[in-house]
């Protein structure tokens, strides 16, 4: 069968995304609090993310993005993990979403006559998320680009070996981070997305957007270049900026549009409807669209509806 993503090298194909896997599995009932967040099911209970992906597959999603965000050497160090078992369950996440695929496929979903197979996204977090304070949305952690590539490597190397579709670049707040992880995919033959968490026109580091999607512009495994784990509103600009910068497909898949009170730890506000706000998203350009935080399979399923009519 042909290989998912090169699909979105195609300019009228619009693919549908998952959304925040953290949201479905807390809507499951499982507590997320510990330091390694989702990705502690991958060791406490694995079936429980296969079950969380399959929510967005059977919602409409093409794309499932792994539970290895939060999933890193160091991080997994802090919890007791050692290495060789760290490396197994980055590994394991990979598997479980193909697990998921496969029994959607299984269902009757996906395949030629439905849309294709669904792709697997092996996400890269940032390196902010595997401090579990928060430090993802600021950047500017005070390691050079070089520290930041050799924290990354390991992790890279395994997830590009894993049998992943793409690499889901994502929630990234630094260009200097995007340059480090760059430098790792440039010349592995992965196809990747990269994709920023922004706000009022800059990364949470501060540099402008020109700046930081340039970042992509030379690296041929990029497949597309966007925006996640931000307000709604920023969307349109930011892909409007994005595709003139690198003339690339864009990714996007923004909060739910409510806000986060760290004091209080619960989520204020009202949830935007981007069923009504992706149309303008697709015609500026943007080929993978998607939800995260507090996006369910509801909202996904909205966004199938309002792809296939576009």
């Known amino acids: 069968m042909t290989t998912p993503t090169l699909d979105l090298l195609a300019p009228d194909t619009v693919w549908v995304t998952d959304g925040g896997l953290a ?141 992943a579709d793409v690499l889901a670049v994502e929630t990234i707040p630094d260009a200097d981070e995007a340059q480090a992880i760059l430098d790792l995919v440039r010349g592995g033959g992965v196809p990747a997305w990269l994709s920023y968490t922004v706000e009022d026109g800059r990364t949470r580091a501060g540099q402008p957007w020109p700046e930081a999607f340039a970042v992509a512009a030379d690296a041929p495994e990029v497949i597309a270049v966007g925006v996640n784990c931000c307000a709604p509103g920023d969307v349109l600009p930011a892909a409007r900026t994005a595709r003139e910068v690198t003339g690339l497909p864009v990714v996007a898949y923004p909060n739910s549009g409510e806000g986060w009170d760290a004091a209080a730890r619960s989520w204020t506000g009202t949830a935007a409807s981007l069923g009504d706000l992706a149309p303008s998203w697709i015609q500026a350009g943007v080929r993978l669209v998607g939800g995260c935080c507090r996006v369910g399979p509801e909202q996904i399923a909205e966004l199938v509806r309002v792809a296939a009519r576009v």
């Open 23 to 163: 949201t479905q599995l807390e809507a499951m009932g499982h507590d997320l609090t510990d330091a390694l967040w989702s990705a502690r099911l991958l060791r406490d209970d694995p079936g429980a993310i296969v079950e969380a992906h399959l929510a967005f597959l059977r919602a409409g999603a093409r794309v499932v993005t792994t539970a290895s965000y939060q999933a890193s050497y160091t991080g997994f160090a802090a919890a007791g993990i050692e290495a060789d078992q760290a490396t197994r369950l980055l590994l394991r996440s990979v598997e479980l979403a193909r697990e998921a695929r496969d029994r959607y496929e299984a269902e009757g979903g996906g395949g030629p006559r439905r849309g294709g197979r669904a792709a697997v996204a092996a996400s890269v977090g940032p390196y902010g998320a595997s401090l579990a304070d928060g430090s993802e949305y600021r950047g500017r952690y005070g390691l050079s680009v070089g520290r930041l590539r050799d924290w990354h490597a390991r992790r890279v190397e395994v997830l590009a070996g894993s049998g």
